[in-house]
Nanobody, 122 residues
Framework: VQLQASGGGLVQVGGSLRLSCAAS????????MGWFRQAPGKEREFVAA????????YYTDSVKGRFIISRDNAKSTVYLEMNSLKPEDTAVYYC????????????????WGQGTEVTVSS
């Protein structure tokens, strides 16, 4: 499956952004979808994931209550709504697809998008 992330940009502290990730190539609904991020000089980290049907979601503690992951299987797209953004949210955000495995683990994901950059300025 091919993944194309978009929606990143420059935003002020407290602002919002909505990332999108469009999938093509295989049946989107077969995949668990996740969002990860990587800040300069740091390892890629888990942000959020959503089950195949969309009825279960998971978040890293630092984004709980601020970010919302959702998916539209008819449109083969997963979204990450980011609110109350903080400077520490600055990173390149990647969407990824997994057939199975631990949803928060980078190693579970088989396919990755190219990344979209988010910069939160103070």
């Amino acid at each position: 499956v091919q993944l194309q992330a978009s929606g990143g940009g420059l935003v002020q502290v407290g602002g919002s952004l909505r990332l999108s990730c469009a999938a093509s190539g295989r049946t989107f609904s077969r995949y668990i979808m996740g969002w990860f991020r990587q800040a300069p000089g740091k390892e890629r980290e888990f942000v959020a994931a959503i089950s195949r049907s969309g009825d279960s979601t998971y978040y890293t503690d630092s984004v709980k209550g601020r970010f919302i992951i959702s998916r539209d299987n008819a449109k083969s797209t997963v979204y990450l709504e980011m609110n109350s953004l903080k400077p520490e949210d600055t990173a390149v955000y990647y969407c990824a697809a997994a057939q199975w495995g631990t949803m928060s683990s980078v190693n579970s994901y088989d396919y990755w998008g190219q990344g979209t950059e988010v910069t939160v300025s103070s």
